[in-house]
């Protein structure tokens, strides 16, 4: 221990060229986590290290340790958190930058070493996404769920965007340890740094997108399953990103069992690509009167983003159309809203720009009260796997979600119901002239309360 090097914020050792950006991104990332305690609490608390504001977070780059074998193993960092007569809590750190990736042998011998030096966990870190929550993207690995060592992955993307929350959203008291939170967010969001935006589907994107198109794809298909990696991928980038532009936590939502089991989500997506040629998902945001549902149309090349809302249940039927209308200020006319009554399975529906001038045309004949509402945005979607000139794919779906939740959903409050009212009531009081007088609250009382364009398309969200 005596001859571990401290992580310096700003790294002043020797580097190999091509190691450079990953050993300065260790460096800053571990210094700023050993100075800025709100950002390593937020960090390193859900691993087990210590809640306590006052625990004392250590770091250090290129540590050394024998193994079992005798053999020079060198994890990229170690963190160690200490508070009071706790034993302290420590992980041992590996780091890629830009398109490198993890490797499983390098993980587990690192697994190994805190396995034998009775440490916490093992953290890596890399421009990777988990392929679910709790999920490490790296196969191969020897950990168990009833491993005392612990593994844990972040991405760049994660961390960037929960530095970003924790400074201009949950608010760093310290102004000098904001200032120092604020330079990792520059170092990290520079291209320089290695921490790569989520930008690029693959070199099998242009074969999937026309495959889709003509109806050629195969569930076997290499380059199928690994889109539909990808588009999980990023569903989730986009949430950390919106997440860190609203400061909540935004996440992707995926029913218990394709939750429980990442295979059966992917089998999930590439059965839904190859048959109807679609990619969706859906994003959670906290306090929003709904969930974010997008779907890609790779046949018909259109990005689609939505919500279900609620309707009123105690207006009559055009004043709960005004109810949504009235609050769509920012919303573009072509914005599709459609409205279903109860067991109606397809609603009316219509432009928002008709909606606005006759909320009717989405009650229909029927006169039907609607019991819910479906928002819906179309924008083309971008056809190169990555941007360039023209935006990509990932930028036309990052694009479009943030423009409809910023438009659209943001401005949308739930319904509530007015508070029962209490009637005024009509009180006789009992003539008590002729009785000797009394306390107020004596007196007897009787109270009688009295009651008193052209058609838009519909969504064809996939089942």
């Given at each position: 221990m005596d001859t571990w090097q401290a992580a310096r914020l700003i790294p002043v050792s020797g580097i190999a060229k091509g190691a450079e950006a990953e050993q300065r991104a260790t460096s800053a990332l571990l210094a700023v986590l050993r100075v800025v305690r709100p950002f390593s609490k937020s960090l390193l608390s859900p691993l087990g290290a210590s809640k306590a504001d006052r625990a004392n977070v250590e770091s250090f780059i290129e540590v050394t340790f024998k193994n079992s074998e005798g053999k020079s193993v060198r994890p990229d960092g170690l963190i160690r958190v200490t508070f009071g007569r706790a034993d302290p809590w420590i992980a041992l750190v590996e780091v890629k930058t830009g398109k490198d990736t993890l490797s499983a042998e390098q993980i587990n011998s690192y697994f190994d070493v805190a396995a034998e030096q009775r440490f916490d966990a093992v953290i890596t870190i890399s421009n990777e996404i988990a392929p679910a929550p709790g999920?490490?993207?790296?196969?191969?690995?020897?950990?168990?769920?009833?491993?005392?060592?612990?593994?844990?992955?972040?991405?760049?993307?994660?961390?960037?965007?929960?530095?970003?929350?924790?400074?201009?959203?949950?608010?760093?008291?310290?102004?000098?340890?904001?200032?120092?939170?604020?330079?990792?967010?520059?170092?990290?969001?520079?291209?320089?740094?290695?921490?790569?935006?989520?930008?690029?589907?693959?070199?099998?994107?242009?074969?999937?997108?026309?495959?889709?198109?003509?109806?050629?794809?195969?569930?076997?298909?290499?380059?199928?399953?690994?889109?539909?990696?990808?588009?999980?991928?990023?569903?989730?980038?986009?949430?950390?990103?919106?997440?860190?532009?609203?400061?909540?936590?935004?996440?992707?939502?995926?029913?218990?069992?394709?939750?429980?089991?990442?295979?059966?989500?992917?089998?999930?997506?590439?059965?839904?690509?190859?048959?109807?040629?679609?990619?969706?998902?859906?994003?959670?945001?906290?306090?929003?009167?709904?969930?974010?549902?997008?779907?890609?149309?790779?046949?018909?090349?259109?990005?689609?983003?939505?919500?279900?809302?609620?309707?009123?249940?105690?207006?009559?039927?055009?004043?709960?159309?005004?109810?949504?209308?009235?609050?769509?200020?920012?919303?573009?006319?072509?914005?599709?809203?459609?409205?279903?009554?109860?067991?109606?399975?397809?609603?009316?529906?219509?432009?928002?720009?008709?909606?606005?001038?006759?909320?009717?045309?989405?009650?229909?004949?029927?006169g039907r009260e609607p019991i819910k509402f479906r928002i819906v945005t179309r924008t083309d979607m971008g056809m190169s796997r990555s941007s360039g000139r023209k935006p990509g794919f990932v930028q036309s779906v990052l694009h479009s979600a943030e423009h409809y939740y910023t438009t659209v959903l943001q401005n949308i409050t739930s319904y509530q119901p007015k508070a029962p009212q209490i009637a005024k009531p009509n009180a006789t009081f009992l003539d008590v002239r002729d009785e000797p007088a009394a306390l107020p609250d004596e007196r007897a009382i009787e109270v009688a309360v009295t009651p008193t364009v052209q058609p838009p398309t519909p969504w064809n969200w996939p089942s």
């Open positions: 999920v490490h993207p790296t196969a191969g690995l020897k950990v168990r769920s009833n491993s005392r060592v612990k593994v844990h992955h972040f991405s760049w993307s994660m961390i960037l965007a929960e530095a970003v929350q924790e400074k201009q959203h949950r608010g760093v008291s310290d102004p000098e340890q904001a200032w120092i939170l604020g330079e990792l967010i520059r170092y990290l969001e520079h291209d320089s740094s290695g921490a790569l935006d989520f930008d690029d589907m693959g070199a099998g994107w242009a074969a999937v997108r026309d495959g889709a198109r003509d109806g050629s794809l195969s569930r076997k298909s290499e380059e199928v399953i690994e889109i539909a990696q990808l588009w999980d991928q990023l569903v989730r980038f986009l949430a950390l990103k919106l997440g860190s532009d609203i400061g909540d936590d935004v996440r992707q939502f995926l029913p218990r069992k394709e939750l429980n089991d990442p295979r059966l989500r992917n089998k999930n997506v590439v059965d839904q690509l190859c048959e109807v040629g679609v990619l969706s998902g859906t994003l959670r945001v906290p306090n929003t009167a709904g969930d974010i549902d997008l779907v890609v149309d790779l046949k018909a090349r259109q990005v689609a983003v939505g919500s279900e809302i609620s309707a009123p249940d105690d207006r009559g039927p055009k004043a709960r159309v005004t109810w949504l209308t009235r609050q769509l200020t920012e919303a573009h006319g072509q914005t599709v809203i459609e409205a279903y009554a109860k067991n109606q399975r397809s609603g009316q529906y219509a432009y928002l720009d008709a909606v606005r001038e006759d909320p009717m045309v989405l009650v229909g004949d029927t």
